[in-house]
C-alpha cells in the first residue's frame, strides 16, 4: 500500500506539472501494484474475523492506511479526468480545424460569386510537447 501510495501522488504531480509522458511511464508499476493491493484486499476482507482477533493492531493500523488511502486517490482521479478533459477539448478543436472549410466572405472580382469553399490546409502537430 505504501509503494502504491508513493507511485499515485508520483503521477499526480507529474500530470499536474504537465509531464504526461514521465506520468505514463509509471503505468506498468502502478498496474502491478493496484493488483497486489486488490488481492491483499480481499484476503483481507475474506479473513477480516480472524486478522481482528489475532492482529488487532496491525489491523486497525490497515484500516487507518486504508483511510488516508482514499482522499489521495480521489485527488490522483479527479487530476486524471481533468487532463483527460483538457485533452479531449484539444483534440476536438484540432478535429474541427480540420474538418473546416475557407469561405470567402466576399464577391470575386467584377462582382461574381464566390468560388466553392475549399478544404483548410494541413495542420502541424508539435511533438517536443
Not at 472549410?101 to 470575386?108: D, E, H, L, V, W
Request: aromatic share 4%; no cysteine.
Amino acid at each position: 500500500m505504501t509503494e502504491l501510495l508513493r507511485t499515485i501522488e508520483q503521477e499526480t504531480e507529474l500530470v499536474r506539472s504537465g509531464k504526461l509522458q514521465e506520468a505514463g511511464e509509471l503505468q506498468p508499476l502502478k498496474a502491478d501494484l493496484i493488483s497486489i493491493y486488490m488481492r491483499g484486499m480481499t484476503f483481507v476482507r475474506d479473513h477480516a474475523v480472524t486478522l481482528g482477533n489475532l492482529a488487532p493492531e496491525a489491523s486497525a493500523q490497515l484500516k487507518r492506511q486504508h483511510g488516508e488511502f482514499q482522499p489521495i486517490l480521489r485527488i490522483n482521479l479527479a487530476v486524471l479526468a481533468t487532463a483527460r478533459e483538457v485533452a479531449d477539448g484539444l483534440l476536438r478543436k484540432v478535429a474541427e480545424g480540420a474538418a473546416a472549410t475557407t469561405n470567402p466572405t466576399t464577391y470575386g472580382a467584377g462582382g461574381t460569386a464566390p468560388q466553392t469553399p475549399k478544404p483548410m490546409g494541413g495542420i502541424a502537430v508539435n511533438r517536443s510537447l
